[in-house]
């Protein structure tokens, strides 16, 4: 039996937003085990650079890199992906995991804000609604009076989602030509030059934690990190990035699952309701940047005729 394209890219991406999906549980695993977040960190990035390279040896890839090149992956990994992980981890030790995975994805509406100012992008009725819609869903998520919600934990999942959301247009503009895997390889590496020294002004890296941090260090590295990333390049290569994008929104899905089913995490009608206008309006900006990029494609393709 063949399996067509579509539907292993399909395979593919789901099986990526899953893997990213649990790491935030694996955190929390590795929080109970005496982890530090600078020490998970800088383990994470380390032994996940470890695994691409390897990776790469054995795909016979290039590794050289121009000085441009290597100063542009940097800011990526060293700095951008860096503070968005950071933020991340960070805002999980404050607030529910699901509530922490909802959050970070607002960042197409910063994406949004953020090509209008940067890249003069017009902001569409269909965006402007997509936008309200996912403000007012995260309204209801987090409550309109804000009761019992650790303020801290959501400016730093929201600050995650800004970070996220300028490394996505960063790294659309300064990474083009280079492979998937030279360019996660390299991130990863310079994101673990940075969370070394971060983890050197928290003390050092503390490795005295219970066994039970390695493995969900280790579930962090294998699916969270190095199987998700592969997977969403290899199902990129089957279907279109808008699809890719939207079939993403299953991430927090997972999230909201494992959260239930292993910390009794819940949430309320109105909540779960939020949660879905959130998800349908990233759904729909997404949707909107590929029907602009779909209309320059053809403009170009009528011009190169």
Not at 133 to 161: D, H, N, R, T
Not at 176 to 205: C, E, H, W
């Amino acid at each position: 039996m063949v399996v067509k394209p579509l539907y292993l890219g399909v395979l593919y991406i789901l099986a990526s937003a899953a893997g990213f999906g649990v790491m935030s549980i694996f955190a929390v695993y590795a929080y109970g085990a005496g982890v530090s977040v600078s020490t998970l960190l800088f383990l994470r990035f380390l032994f996940a650079a470890g695994l691409f390279f390897g990776l790469l040896a054995l795909r016979k890839e290039s590794l050289r890199l121009n000085r441009r090149q290597v100063l542009a992956l940097f800011c990526l990994g060293g700095v951008l992906y860096t503070l968005q992980s950071l933020s991340f981890f960070s805002a999980v030790q404050h607030i529910p995991t699901s509530m922490a995975a909802l959050l970070l994805y607002t960042f197409p509406v910063f994406v949004a804000v953020l090509s209008y100012f940067v890249d003069k992008e017009p902001l569409t009725r269909k965006t402007v609604f997509a936008m309200l819609l996912s403000l007012v869903g995260l309204g209801l998520v987090l409550g309109l009076s804000f009761g019992g919600v650790k303020m801290l934990g959501v400016l730093l999942a929201l600050a995650a989602a800004l970070f996220y959301s300028v490394y996505i247009i960063v790294g659309n503009r300064i990474v083009k030509g280079l492979s998937p895997y030279v360019t996660s390889g390299y991130i990863s590496l310079f994101a673990a030059v940075s969370t070394f020294l971060i983890a050197q002004k928290d003390g050092g890296v503390d490795l005295a934690f219970a066994p039970t941090g390695w493995w969900a260090l280790g579930g962090i590295v294998v699916f969270s990190t190095v199987m998700a990333i592969s997977f969403f390049f290899r199902g990129l290569q089957l279907i279109s990035s808008t699809k890719a994008s939207v079939l993403s929104t299953f991430e927090p899905v997972v999230t909201f699952f494992f959260s239930a089913l292993l910390f009794g995490e819940a949430f309320s009608m109105l909540q779960l309701l939020g949660g879905g206008a959130v998800l349908a309006g990233a759904a729909l900006i997404v949707a909107g940047n590929d029907a602009k990029s779909s209309q320059v494609q053809q403009v170009q393709e009528g011009v190169n005729t």
